[in-house]
């Protein structure tokens, strides 16, 4: 939530700091603004709404210098608009901040610097940062912001910019992700890499507590105590066109699209040369040490909570060790019950959720091994846990997740049928098996996306509705969450997913003549009792859309419309059945003039509890 960009260099800085902002707007889009130092005087210039409307109020008059500071915004404390728009100064205007996250003592803080005559413009926890620094500047730009650091509370990625230090930047950062891109004769500062890898591939990522200086031709980076910190250079290995819509209207359709590779990436350096078993150079686990846990968590939030789902749902079935799943922010409150024999599984895509990484430190306080599965090299989730596991995604731009959620569907399966190899809890022909089907799915991935114009049909047809109902049972139930969760995040539409069972326990109510259904019937121990319960709908009159195997001869009779997905085994099929609800979802928000990349009020990386 938030982007923040900083620049130091010889070029102009307002350049860089629009084009990088554009680049991070999927992090918040409610307000934008930018800050930039001609080496005498700072100019701020901010702006309420996209950063369209910022780029056209300063661009017959573009703020001169070649140092600055920039920030979108996703509205914590202070509805949006100007006022509360980052950056934000001091009285006077010699300190200029931009910050990520929240400053949960800023009322007091607040009060203590008012009652010294401090004059307050907005109504953001971020404003006391930039007079705290007035008040405790000493002439040392650095040992003063440490003072401020020091009497902070919170989470934050922090850029400081001081008109009597005008050649550097200070940032620092808790729980809240920063990175600085090394330049020839000028360096940047961004939350997220595809603010700057236009520009260079070279970066350090800073960790919480550490404070770095940055100057256009060197960057000094110091612990909290203030000792140097030696860094390693951490080189992308994507370029800026990945982070490009490459022709796509938008990136989430671009990211739909790009399911064939995501999943071939994610998967193909983890098949053993005999095409039939699983590697992970990562985890080179034995059976002594999987054997050692008596259970395992999985914990996340969202789409990756869904994917969750799934992946308990292997891990049970395929290496026999019971799973708890929670959603990240329950989780850490409710005194689970965890030792030094408990696996805890974190998913995020961004690898930044800060419910997910405070979920994941609470494990490791309780004793717990701990194992990342994000799609985000050097993140905070990543970097945190014992061990991790990427998934091959590609950056994933667009506010609704698709590529990440089955990357880390195919990456738990993938860990399933390790943890059961080693555990002996599968044997070795079906493994081979499944191996065989796994190596299958990019192409039938491709094979999905090709059914596109049936499904564009629905969302006009069904746009307009208010209310859809998502039903299945067993692995389509957790896939039916998914497509609600899609459907409403985008389009607006009310959505609710029910395990098709539970119908008829309050929601059937709901069900009266012309409300859609979208009805998830592919699994074959349940399908009988899953055809009665679409039965029971369509006896409500309801408009039920199947979703069925491609062998299937019968979920026809009694449904208005089917979209039938590819052959495969049926343990790996919410790879393909999610396919059509997320192009559903995205047609549909189409249909309803929605902005689909930027849906209203979500944020890509939720980095505020
Ligand atoms: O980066 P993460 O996977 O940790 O993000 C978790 C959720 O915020 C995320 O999946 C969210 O639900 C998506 N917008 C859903 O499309």
Redesign the pocket.
């Known amino acids: 939530m938030c982007g923040i960009v900083g620049y130091v260099g010889d070029n102009q800085a307002a350049n860089f700091l629009l084009d990088g902002l554009a680049k991070l707007e999927y992090r918040g889009y409610d307000s934008a603004g930018i800050a930039v130092f001609d080496g005498e005087n700072i100019r701020v210039e901010k702006s309420v709404g996209r950063l369209a409307s910022l780029r056209d109020k300063v661009k017959d008059d573009t703020p001169v210098g070649t140092m600055g500071i920039g920030h979108t915004r996703w509205a914590t404390h202070g509805r949006p608009c100007d006022r509360n728009s980052h950056p934000h100064t001091d009285c006077h205007g010699d300190f200029v901040i931009v910050h990520n996250g929240i400053i949960e003592n800023y009322l007091t803080l607040k009060e203590e610097l008012q009652a010294k005559g401090h004059e307050f413009r907005s109504e953001t926890d971020t404003e006391v940062v930039a007079h705290l620094l007035e008040d405790v500047y000493n002439g040392d730009f650095e040992a003063s912001v440490r003072e401020v650091l020091r009497r902070i509370e919170g989470s934050y990625s922090l850029v400081f910019m001081s008109k009597a230090n005008p050649d550097c930047l200070i940032c620092s950062k808790q729980d809240n992700p920063l990175i600085i891109g090394l330049g020839e004769g000028e360096n940047f500062v961004a939350s997220d890499i595809p603010a700057i890898i236009a520009y260079t591939r070279r970066n350090y990522i800073l960790n919480d507590g550490e404070l770095a200086i940055v100057k256009k031709d060197s960057v000094w980076i110091s612990n909290r105590q203030g000792e140097p910190v030696t860094k390693k250079v951490f080189e992308v290995t994507w370029n800026a066109e990945a982070a490009e819509k490459g022709g796509y209207e938008h990136f989430m359709l671009k990211e739909i699209h790009e399911q064939p590779k995501a999943v071939r990436d994610t998967m193909s350096a983890r098949i053993g040369k005999d095409g039939k078993s699983i590697v992970m150079d990562e985890l080179k686990w034995t059976s002594e040490f999987v054997n050692s846990f008596n259970k395992m968590y999985i914990i ?6 869904n994917a969750g789902l799934v992946g308990k749902y292997y891990l049970e079935k395929l290496a026999r060790i019971p799973v708890e799943i929670d959603v990240a922010s329950e989780f850490r409150y409710r005194d689970p019950i965890i030792d030094e024999n408990t696996l805890v599984i974190v ?7 800060i419910d ?1 990484l405070a979920a994941l430190k609470e494990s490791k306080r309780l004793g717990a091994k701990t194992l990342a599965v ?2 985000v090299v050097g993140s905070s ?1 990543a970097r945190e846990a014992d061990q991790v596991i990427y998934t091959w995604a590609g950056p994933e731009i667009a ?4 590529k ?2 089955t990357t880390q569907i195919v990456l738990m399966f993938m860990l399933s049928l390790y943890m059961g190899e080693l555990k002996g809890t599968i044997p070795a022909d079906r493994v081979a098996e499944l191996v065989g089907e796994l190596q299958k799915l990019p192409t039938h991935v491709g094979e999905t996306l090709e059914d596109v114009e049936p499904i564009k049909t629905f969302a006009k047809q069904y746009g307009y509705n208010d209310d859809v109902f998502y039903i299945g049972r067993s692995l389509d139930y957790h896939v039916a969450l998914e497509g609600s ?2 459907l409403k ?1 985008i389009s607006y539409i009310h959505a609710e997913a029910y395990a098709a069972g539970e119908l008829k326990h309050g929601t059937l109510a709901l069900i009266i003549e012309g409300v859609p259904v979208i009805a998830l019937a592919t699994q074959k121990d349940v399908y009988e009792k899953t055809l009665s319960n679409i039965k029971e709908v369509k006896a409500r009159d309801a408009v039920v859309i199947g979703i069925a195997a491609f062998d299937d001869t019968e979920l026809e009779k009694y449904v208005d419309h089917v979209i039938k997905v590819p052959k495969t085994d049926e343990l790996l099929i919410p790879i393909l059945t999610v396919i059509p609800l997320q192009l559903l979802a995205y047609y549909a928000a189409i249909t309803r003039g929605c902005d689909v990349d930027k849906p209203r009020n ?1 944020a ?3 980095t505020v509890e």
């Not at 998913?347 to 959720?353: P, R």
């Not at 506010?399 to 698709?402: P, Y």
Request: hydrophobic share 35%; proline share 0%; charged share 15%.
């Open positions: 996340a939030c969202g789409t990756a909570y998913v995020s895509q961004s690898g930044e959720t997910t994000t799609n989730i506010v609704a997740s698709t990440a959620y969760l899609k995040e979500l890509k990386s939720v």
